[in-house]
């Protein structure tokens, strides 16, 4: 049986993003994002920056606007080579606070539309959104994934030893759905309750 917390089913976007307020929605995300030339995504680890981040890209994809996707962590901290700044090209760039200072000025200065997420504000920059942890977000996504989720105390533990951090969160659920498989627990079984 394939384990629904394989990264293959939650990482780079592939579940939707979840708004923790039903005042919020994407579509008053993205026109707030259109008044912006330069606009940040802020928040901590594992609280879906990216998933938003590549939730916004896509739309722009779909309207028919030009984009340019970079990502950016510990391994990979340098502008490619081919990057080149064109007025009709809005920049999405995931990990900016990654990129030297010089490249983090040039993109601000030089791209026409650049949105970017980082887990520390940039002083200069507006916020377009704020990421937070939410355990009721965190509960969501878990009933979205498997049709009867572990109990609400168990998905508490295992998103407070994460700190909030979903990412983490869903590598432990792996082991969790995979060790209930081969000793055939429960925790997973259709007679657990739902949230």
């Given at each position: 049986?394939?384990?629904?917390?394989?990264t293959?089913?939650?990482?780079?976007?592939?579940?939707p993003?979840?708004?923790?307020?039903p005042?919020?929605?994407?579509?008053?995300?993205?026109?707030?994002?259109?008044?912006?030339?330069?606009?940040?995504?802020?928040?901590?680890?594992?609280t879906?920056?990216?998933?938003?981040?590549?939730?916004?890209?896509?739309?722009?994809?779909?309207?028919?606007?030009?984009?340019?996707?970079?990502?950016?962590?510990?391994?990979?901290?340098?502008?490619?080579?081919?990057?080149?700044?064109?007025?009709?090209?809005?920049?999405?760039?995931?990990?900016f606070?990654?990129?030297?200072?010089?490249?983090?000025?040039?993109?601000?200065?030089?791209?026409?539309?650049l949105?970017?997420?980082?887990?520390?504000?940039?002083w200069?920059?507006?916020?377009?959104?704020?990421?937070?942890?939410?355990?009721?977000?965190?509960?969501?996504?878990?009933?979205?994934?498997?049709?009867?989720?572990?109990?609400e105390?168990?998905?508490?533990?295992?998103?407070?030893?994460?700190?909030?951090?979903?990412?983490?969160?869903?590598?432990?659920?792996y082991?969790?759905?995979?060790?209930?498989?081969?000793?055939?627990?429960?925790?997973f079984?259709?007679?657990?309750?739902?949230?």
């Amino acid at each position: 049986m394939v384990n629904p917390f394989s990264t293959k089913f939650w990482a780079d976007g592939a579940i939707p993003f979840q708004f923790a307020q039903p005042s919020e929605s994407m579509e008053v995300l993205l026109e707030r994002a259109r008044r912006y030339s330069l606009c940040q995504i802020i928040g901590p680890h594992g609280t879906g920056k990216t998933t938003l981040l590549l939730a916004i890209c896509r739309r722009y994809e779909a309207s028919g606007e030009k984009v340019r996707h970079l990502f950016f962590n510990d391994q990979q901290q340098r502008l490619p080579d081919d990057v080149v700044l064109r007025k009709d090209l809005t920049f999405f760039v995931d990990g900016f606070e990654q990129l030297p200072t010089l490249s983090q000025l040039w993109l601000c200065l030089g791209a026409t539309r650049l949105i970017v997420t980082t887990h520390h504000p940039l002083w200069f920059v507006p916020i377009l959104y704020r990421t937070q942890p939410q355990f009721s977000v965190f509960v969501q996504i878990v009933g979205q994934m498997v049709p009867n989720p572990p109990e609400e105390s168990v998905l508490r533990a295992v998103y407070d030893r994460a700190g909030g951090n979903v990412r983490t969160a869903f590598f432990e659920l792996y082991d969790i759905y995979a060790e209930s498989n081969v000793d055939n627990s429960d925790i997973f079984s259709p007679s657990s309750p739902q949230h």
